[in-house]
């Protein structure tokens, strides 16, 4: 493959809307930077209701993007723009993604590629013969398995499930767009997900119980699906819907922000969520729960704080000096500036593939700890 633009087809979750998700600023971030290095991206996504009334990017300026109702009309419409691409890039979670998988390697494309944006939770279902979004038996289709974890995960994608490549790309932020705002200090600690059962009982040691045993502090929960019957303190705001747009200005009003993360990516570890990133790009004090390879993205106690405990929340903040806090936060956004942009992600991204459409073996991309690309034998 020669150094020209690669023309590269994206099927994924959503791009359009981040509604609910995390896809949506993984990928525009990632197609951002791919756009930068002048590469030509078509994202295709299935227009479903939920999205389509939650649409915050519908027509975006760096990638060219298409809906399609089906399987089949995405082969009747979009076959041509499929088989001669340079690379297909298939995303987890996409409705119908057995069927979509199997549609578009029917159709030879020069270079099929799977991203998981949600590893240890394919696997999980992988475990329990669930096959949502992807079969086990299509592993062994793809020239290269992304993965959103890294770590050892990658070797089990290659020993266990019979993938070719397993590489980690983990999730990136848009320097550009994500930064200090400078606004004055709304909350004390915030936190901004969607709700998830699994992560819901940290949230409540975490945050809920410091709000009640702080009443003079001031905290706040953004994002969608939280049951009507959550017991929530005075002085915890919500807030249902956070658009990425707001989102910098949502970090740059916390004293510290809160990271939790699901239970299956806990166990895998070197699963950073996107939002980690973008709340250490936009200054934001984090702390953390704790999982295998976070100390190798950011250092605990020097540019992100680890809490085990409600007593480790309230501790750090009530006493942790300012001067100390400041430093920690700038420490996290050099770190993320440094290595977790979307520009350098998409360099990886195209390096990857082609090496693969070269001939040779996947480069590998820097996982600290562990070499985050793997080649079968």
């Excluded at 994206?10 to 809307?17: P, R, T």
């Excluded at 979670?93 to 069927?99: D, T, W």
């Excluded at 709340?279 to 704790?290: E, L, Y």
Aim: charge should be negative.
């Amino acid at each position: 493959m020669s150094d020209l633009p690669l023309d590269i087809v994206v099927v994924g979750l959503s791009l359009s809307s981040s509604w609910g998700n995390g896809h949506a600023t993984t990928f525009r971030g990632l197609l951002r930077g791919l756009d930068a290095l002048g590469h030509r991206v078509l994202f295709l996504e299935r227009d479903v209701p939920w999205y389509a009334r939650h649409r915050d990017l519908a027509m975006p300026d760096f990638c060219e993007l298409a809906y399609y109702d089906g399987v089949d009309d995405l082969r009747e419409r979009l076959a041509g723009r499929v088989s001669g691409a340079d690379a297909v890039i298939v995303g987890s979670f996409v409705p119908e993604g057995v069927a979509i998988i199997d549609m578009i390697a029917s159709l030879r494309p020069a270079c099929l590629c799977f991203y998981d944006i949600d590893t240890p939770v394919t696997l999980a279902k992988l475990a329990r013969r669930d096959e949502e979004y992807l079969a086990g038996r299509q592993i062994g289709l793809f020239d290269i398995y992304f993965s959103f974890t890294g770590g050892p995960v990658l070797q089990r994608l290659q020993d266990c499930h019979g993938a070719r490549r397993a590489a980690a790309l983990y999730c990136s932020v848009d320097a550009s767009r994500y930064r200090p705002t400078g606004e004055p200090v709304r909350w004390d600690l915030g936190y901004l997900g969607t709700y998830s059962a699994d992560r819901q009982k940290t949230l409540e040691q975490f945050l809920i119980e410091p709000a009640r045993l702080l009443p003079q502090m001031h905290f706040v929960v953004a994002g969608p699906q939280y049951p009507s019957g959550i017991d929530w303190p005075a002085n915890v705001e919500r807030i249902e819907h956070l658009p990425p747009k707001d989102h910098p200005s949502f970090y740059s009003r916390q004293r510290f922000t809160l990271n939790v993360t699901r239970a299956d990516m806990i166990a895998a570890g070197w699963s950073p969520s996107v939002r980690l990133f973008e709340a250490a790009a936009c200054g934001a004090p984090i702390i953390s729960d704790f999982w295998e390879g976070l100390g190798t993205l950011l250092p605990e106690g020097e540019a992100l704080l680890v809490a085990r405990t409600t007593d480790d929340v309230v501790r750090l903040l009530t006493s942790m000096p300012e001067d100390r806090r400041k430093a920690m936060a700038t420490a996290a956004r050099e770190r993320v500036l440094s290595s977790h942009t979307g520009d350098m992600r998409a360099a990886q991204l195209i390096g990857h593939l082609r090496k693969v459409r070269d001939g040779g073996k996947a480069i590998k991309t820097e996982d600290h700890a562990y070499a985050d690309t793997h080649d079968a034998a």
